[in-house]
């Protein structure tokens, strides 16, 4: 989810998910003076699970900041004064000159990490194959100094006081978390008070309905064998990504299954944006999303979740992985446990839990044979639609799951 600019002129607190009231700027990844284009990460957002890095929708400058790093404030609070740049004004015509940083002490550099100096390439960042994301600070100084910040350790977004000191000792590596700490430093307890008080409000406020149905994956995880025959690890689809698939596209087909209920009355979806739970080793969930789930391929779909477990567990996602979901997927992965009867994240009116896959015997044609079976169970929201759409929802997940991938 990019952050919009209001007509105002003021940057807000934005909305990270459904279930979200207030949140605290840890850390602004932009200075005042600085201009960035859509899509820039410009802010990393604090919320109870996670934190978020905050793009930009609109092209800008950042005038002044108006709260605090840490305080708490309720979403759509101004947090900074921006002025919009028109389609006139392109952003590297309006940069201007950041404050000094001091230089980087020699007793704070590991000296003998510095490569001689031709060894050092100076290339256009800009240019730059890398899959972080880079500050508009980090990007003006490393166009500005001709900086390759390739050698910069895997992490967060690279900002301006990265790259000062990659120029001063030609290497540097990111901090390591402390051991058994992953991403944001969420305590387990808040986390887990989080989900309590969302799970409470939908046992409350919505009538739960579960229709189950047994998924045969035999033939699936046959073809799929074969299609990763030929791939690297690092490509390979997984049995889940084809199921997250077949959900999505069946969304598409039992429309009263996917969208909201609101102010008293269903809302259909536009598209199947797909909610994800992933399950962080630290306890408690996140649920990013990903849009257009539906229109994606079965290798599409898997890149998008590595990405998202990837950051998910760093606890570092972005805004954009949080668009409102319009039908949700758990799923119980490699668990021995077989049935998952999820509960509906308000306010979407479906979710899908999927146990783990499982060898099972099944008769077929008056013969008993071993199959791979996924127990999959719909959760539906009684105001907008009943058992019979939910059992469709599993027919059409069926149907699907045979043409992947």
């Not at 105002?8 to 602004?28: K, Y």
């Not at 759509?76 to 921006?82: E, F, H, L, S, V």
């Not at 071993?370 to 999959?376: D, F, G, K, L, S």
């Amino acid at each position: 989810m990019t952050a919009t600019i209001a007509a105002d002129h003021l940057f807000r607190m934005p909305t990270l998910g459904a279930d979200m009231d207030e949140g605290r700027v840890a850390q602004w990844l932009v200075s005042p003076g600085d201009a960035v284009a859509r899509g820039d990460l410009v802010a990393v957002i604090e919320t109870d699970k996670s934190d978020i890095e905050v793009e930009v929708f609109e092209p800008c400058v950042f005038e002044e900041f108006l709260v605090d790093i840490g305080e708490l404030v309720p979403v759509g609070t101004p947090i900074a004064r921006i002025r919009p740049l028109g389609p006139e004004s392109p952003v590297d015509a309006v940069l201007v000159e950041a404050p000094p940083v001091d230089a980087v002490p020699v007793d704070a550099v590991r000296m003998d990490a510095v490569p001689p100096v031709d060894a050092v390439p100076v290339v256009d960042a800009r240019s730059m194959p890398t899959d972080r994301r880079m500050t508009p600070r980090a990007r003006r100084l490393a166009r500005d100094r001709g900086i390759d910040v390739a050698a910069l350790a895997s992490g967060g977004p690279i900002t301006g006081d990265d790259v000062l000191r990659l120029e001063a000792v030609g290497h540097v590596e990111a901090p390591a978390p402390p051991p058994g700490v992953e991403g944001a430093r969420r305590r387990p307890e808040t986390v887990r008070a989080a989900i309590a008080s969302l799970m409470e409000k939908s046992w409350r406020s919505i009538p739960h309905y579960h229709v189950s149905a047994l998924v045969d994956v035999t033939e699936a995880e046959h073809r799929l064998a074969e299609y990763n025959r030929s791939l690297p690890p690092s490509e390979r689809v997984l049995i889940g990504a084809l199921l997250d698939l077949a959900i999505a596209r069946a969304a598409a087909d039992v429309p009263e299954c996917n969208g909201w209920w609101r102010e008293g009355e269903f809302v259909p979806a536009p598209a199947v944006d797909l909610g994800i739970v992933v399950s962080l080793r630290t306890g408690g969930v996140l649920v990013p999303t990903i849009a257009g789930a539906d229109q994606l391929s079965a290798a599409a779909l898997m890149g998008r979740l590595r990405e998202l477990v990837e950051r998910a567990r760093r606890g570092r996602l972005r805004g954009s992985d949080l668009g409102e979901a319009s039908i949700t997927v758990t799923s119980l992965g490699e668990s021995s446990a077989r049935t998952l009867a999820g509960v509906i994240h308000p306010p979407q009116v479906t979710l899908v839990g999927l146990g783990g896959v499982a060898d099972e015997a099944v008769v077929r044609s008056g013969e008993v044979r071993p199959r791979r079976i996924v127990h999959a169970t719909v959760a539906g929201d009684h105001r907008a639609h009943d058992g019979l759409s939910g059992a469709k929802l599993l027919d059409r997940l069926r149907h699907h799951l045979e043409d992947l991938p």
